[in-house]
C-alpha cells in the first residue's frame, strides 16, 4: 500500500494527450515538491519533472506537472509509442521524515 | 556528468546481510548533496529506503529502519547499504540515486539485482 496514490494503468492514443493523477495529504504533497519518473521496461527510473513543474535539461516540453493541494497531475501530449512506461510520483513526507513514490501507473498508447 | 554504479552479491542467504556500494563518478560525493537508495521488487513499484548525506547523516524508512545502516567513504567517492536479517521479500532491484535538491533524484545507477535465497 503506497502513501501516494496513481492509477495502475492509463492509456491513449499516439498523438493525443493523457494525465496521470497523484494523491497524498497535507504532510508529504501539501507540505513537499513533487516530482515524476519515467520507467522504461528493463531501465532505471529517469526524472521527468522536479518541483511540481520544473523539466530537467533534456525533457521535452511534452511533459508537464502541476500540484494543487494534496494532489498532483503529471500531462503527456502528443503521445509516442516510445512514451509506453510506467510513471511513478515522489515527494518528502514530513510526517515520516522519509521519501515516499506513488504504486506507478502503467502508460500503454494504443 | 554524474554518474553511479552499483555494485554486490547477486545472491544473499536468508537471515545474512545484503551489502551494496554506490560508486560516483563525474562528481564529488562531498558535495552538499544527499545520496539515496531505492528498490524494486519483481514487478513492483519504487520503494524509498534512505538517504545519506555527505558527512554521514541519514534518513531512513521507517518499515525498514531497524535493519538498514547507510554510510558514505569519501576517500572511495562511494555509500554504502548493509540491509541486515534479510527474507525473501528483500529480493528487489536496488538502485542508487542522487538527490537533485527537493527530494527528487536526479541520476540513478542501472540497478542491481539481488536475490534471497538458499
Known amino acids: 500500500q503506497s502513501v501516494l496514490t496513481q492509477p495502475p494503468s492509463v492509456s491513449a492514443a499516439p498523438g493525443q494527450k493523457v494525465t496521470i493523477s497523484c494523491s497524498g495529504s497535507n504532510s508529504n504533497i501539501g507540505n513537499n515538491y513533487v516530482s515524476w519518473y519515467q520507467q522504461l521496461p528493463g531501465t532505471a527510473p529517469k526524472l521527468l519533472i522536479y518541483e511540481n513543474n520544473k523539466r530537467p535539461s533534456g525533457i521535452p516540453d511534452r511533459f508537464s506537472g502541476s500540484k494543487s493541494g494534496t494532489s498532483a497531475t503529471l500531462g503527456i501530449t502528443g503521445l509516442q509509442t516510445g512514451d509506453e512506461a510506467d510513471y511513478y510520483c515522489?515527494?518528502?513526507?514530513?510526517?515520516?521524515?522519509?521519501?515516499?513514490f506513488g504504486g506507478g501507473t502503467k502508460l500503454t498508447v494504443l | 556528468q554524474v554518474q553511479l554504479q552499483e555494485s554486490g552479491p547477486g545472491l544473499v542467504k536468508p537471515s545474512g546481510t545484503l551489502p551494496l556500494t554506490c560508486t560516483v563518478s563525474g562528481g564529488s560525493i562531498n558535495s552538499r548533496n544527499w545520496w539515496t537508495w531505492v528498490r524494486q521488487p519483481p514487478g513492483k513499484g519504487l520503494e524509498w529506503i534512505g538517504e545519506?548525506?555527505?558527512?554521514?547523516?541519514?534518513n531512513y524508512n521507517p518499515s525498514l529502519k531497524s535493519r538498514v545502516t547507510l554510510s558514505v567513504d569519501k576517500s572511495k567517492n562511494q555509500f554504502s547499504l548493509n540491509l541486515r536479517s534479510v527474507t525473501a521479500a528483500d529480493t528487489a532491484v536496488y538502485y542508487c540515486?542522487?538527490?537533485?535538491?527537493?527530494?527528487?533524484?536526479?541520476?540513478w545507477g542501472q540497478g542491481t539485482l539481488v536475490s534471497v535465497s538458499s
Open positions: 545519506v548525506s555527505h558527512s554521514g547523516s541519514t
Open positions: 515522489g515527494t518528502w513526507d514530513s510526517s515520516l521524515s522519509a521519501g515516499v
Open positions: 540515486a542522487k538527490n537533485g535538491g527537493n527530494s527528487d533524484f536526479d541520476y
